[in-house]
């Protein structure tokens, strides 16, 4: 097969599926062929979207995909239309042959690698806007950035058809914005349920992986790791039956004493409806930050209770 692809839709490496190689498609047409021939024998196939610049965050979901389903896509993608003005777009780092690589030592059967041409025809005018989990936090803070990110993922889903879909709960948010979409559009592909939040992969030091990180300089990253330091200790005294909004500002206090600049929000919430709370009250919590150190914007949460 890969004799007949034009060599700009050459994989880079031998399509043995199943096998530690990858496919990399770089247009819906070849993905397709690719995804039929994965999912001709009723197959699952488990999508792992992502922006690049892959660390073992984005690897700890693929391993996830790869224990859960047959075949494993992961797509990257740096979608222009989830950045806002003044973003770091241009900046984000863009690393493709690095991570092919790092993607066929786990065993990605293909990576789906369109570029914003090719994901956004000439013409293109649809936006899906997802209510409610999206408002606040992160949508306050970057607005539209959920429309961006739900509209690629809806069209990362219908373009993969995946049988189930990984996501980090690093980016908690995101998660629930996706899940409502699934639930709300009555997606089967993947279905609602069949979309899989992993747990936050860290760094020795507590700081959350993040593509981000490497904008830091050295003492700002050494400073960063107050951050879920800080929400560890908040956690604990809500645990223990501290007072929230005095916990949240000393966890505040905390990050700018550190060396923080701002933070955007440390927000105690529904984990489910992420409506915010001012006390524990038996509900399932969840702790949500924001916060700027040296021009680079954190993000982090945790389980309450
Ligand atoms: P990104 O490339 O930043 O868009 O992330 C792609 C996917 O990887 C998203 O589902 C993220 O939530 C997830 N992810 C990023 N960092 C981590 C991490 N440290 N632990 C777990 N998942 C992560």
């Not at 690093?170 to 709300?184: F, G, H, P, S």
Request: net charge negative; proline share 5%.
């Amino acid at each position: 097969m890969a004799k007949r692809l034009s060599p700009l839709h050459q994989p880079l490496h031998h399509d043995i599926q199943g096998e530690k190689s990858v496919q990399t498609a770089y247009t819906l047409d070849v993905l397709r062929k690719q995804i039929a021939k994965l999912g001709a024998d009723g197959s699952t196939i488990g999508l792992v979207p992502t922006m690049g610049a892959l660390h073992d965050g984005h690897l700890t979901l693929v391993r996830r995909a790869r224990e859960v389903c047959d075949h494993v896509v992961t797509s990257i993608f740096v979608n222009p239309t989830q950045f806002g003005p003044g973003e770091d777009l241009d900046a984000y780092p863009r690393q493709l042959e690095q991570d092919a690589a790092m993607l066929e030592a786990e065993g990605t059967a293909v990576l789906w690698a369109p570029d914003a041409a090719e994901m956004y025809p000439n013409g293109f005018a649809t936006n899906i806007s997802v209510t409610g989990v999206s408002e606040g936090y992160c949508g306050t803070d970057r607005p539209g950035h959920f429309d961006g990110v739900a509209t690629v993922v809806c069209k990362l889903f219908q373009q993969v058809l995946p049988t189930h879909a990984f996501f980090g709960e690093k980016d908690y948010q995101q998660l629930a914005v996706i899940r409502a979409m699934a639930r709300d559009l009555d997606l089967t592909r993947p279905h609602v349920h069949s979309i899989i939040g992993v747990p936050t992969v860290r760094e020795a030091d507590g700081l959350a992986m993040s593509s981000r990180n490497r904008y830091l300089s050295k003492d700002d990253r050494a400073a960063a790791a107050t951050l879920p330091r800080a929400m560890k200790a908040a956690i604990a005294q809500i645990e223990a039956g501290g007072d929230v909004p005095q916990n949240l500002s000393a966890l505040e206090a905390e990050l700018i004493s550190a060396g923080f600049s701002s933070v955007d929000y440390a927000t105690l919430a529904d984990s489910a409806s992420l409506a915010p709370l001012t006390a524990l009250e038996g509900a399932s919590a969840r702790l949500l930050v924001a916060a700027r150190i040296g021009g680079t914007r954190l993000i982090d949460n945790m389980p309450v209770g």
